[in-house]
DNA sequence: TTGGGG
């Protein structure tokens, strides 16, 4: 029996044959029963505002439907009908049922591109049906609630989310072990940072791993401005439907689980997460695009930024709704306003950039100034301020939105930033500062502090340690910073 | 059988 979606709910216990568009899939994954499954949800022209699922059983992730792209077309034939939670679903019998997928536009006419049996055929009727289904698609809006994607900037806890992002890059981290790279042009909060300052030589403050071990020329493909979120993959799930993640394309990702490592955020792709079809047109990308979205094309934009020659990067970080701030001062976003705790020498004209612009600037050796937050330092008591060699230094951990970096403060960089030699007191006074540990939670009270360091300003130089490969050995130094004694 | 948005 061939069904329409809206009528599939009038034939509970039954066996039907469907034809849909697949607008979510998960991954390939193992059941608690014998098979593999993959979970589809679909939509036709006569049932699109909440699509049905469609859950796919097989002996082995080969013989479940590996759709090419989100809004192909399937084809489930005796296919039973059940309910649950007071909703119809299909589901795929692997002894009885078939399937045929197609492709959303009629490339290859009606060729399919898989089928669970081999010399399935389908009939003139179906062929009437996805073609259909292919033409209606061409204009049809799968719109979405946008406050059920929220955006980089409205993370707050350790909970599952729908992100609606751009895939940057993907990394083999470990064998087998993905990194997937995806962005939407706002920046994640920054959050209470807890280590042990007396343990960062043995156990320091990690860094994202990856920004050394990416090659340079991906790194630098990176946006400059907003966070990347690293997503890895959680134990159990199949890479069948990696190629649904390409490089460069927004996708919609559902039911993504968001945790918290060491104040850095990171997706963990679960079996219960989903990809989503998007179209290109899609509002929650237009809505991204725009927060990040040039402003050169307004005529303000080129004026000021004749006026200011300040260049197109910095303007182009800039939303829409960010202008109001910028002209009041400095946005919250990216360029967060510092806290008057430092100075730097004789660079106010010059304008802050993002650690990422740091990263993947087109220089080895260059100097910067940044707007970071100091979330490590090393070490943390006078003490231990001088190296075998004699030599003052100090390494502090940096991070912005965009990136977490070390940097090296040495000999007369230490003297400029704590104003002369500190004692211990000093020391430990200027760097609670710094650092954002509270009086009675001091570097000599308490060991394990769980702070929240203030956004400060830096200057940044970066240099190379060997001739032979200077991006390999680029090291980061602070210098012409002061941090400031208290007014009071 | 299994899973089905959480």
Redesign the pocket.
Known sequence: MDVPLRDVCKYVNEKVNVIGVVV?T?FA?????????C???IIDDTRHD????A?V?G?STENLPLVAALGDIIQLSFVSV????G?A???????TSTFALYKSKDDDGLNSYQVSRPYFVPKDEDKIIINKLRKWLINFQFSEDSS?FPFFRELKEET???LACKILHHSEAAKDEWVIFVWDGTDTQSNAICSNLENELKNPLPLQRDHLSLPRDILCTFPTVGTILRIIFHIGVEKSHFHLLTIGKWVKI???RLKLYAGLWHGIFT????L?YISNEDQLIAERQRSVASLVDSIWCIILLKLMYVSYEFWSRLADERLSLILGRMPNLSFPEPSPITVVNHRDHVRPVTLMSVLTHSKVTAIFKCVVRVVAAMPCKAENLRSSTGKYRMRLTLEDPTARIHALVIEEDVVTLFDGIPDAEKLERKLNKLLGISEDNSIGGVKDTTRNPPWVCVCLKSYYLSKDDIWGTRNFRVFDTKILEDSS
């Open positions: 979510e998960t994954k193992k059941t608690m029963g014998t098979d593999y499954c979970a589809l949800r909440f699509s049905m699922a859950n059983f002996k059940t309910t649950y939670r909703e679903n299909v589901t795929f019998n692997k002894n059920k599952f989310v729908n559902n039911n993504l079996v219960q997460t989903k989503q």
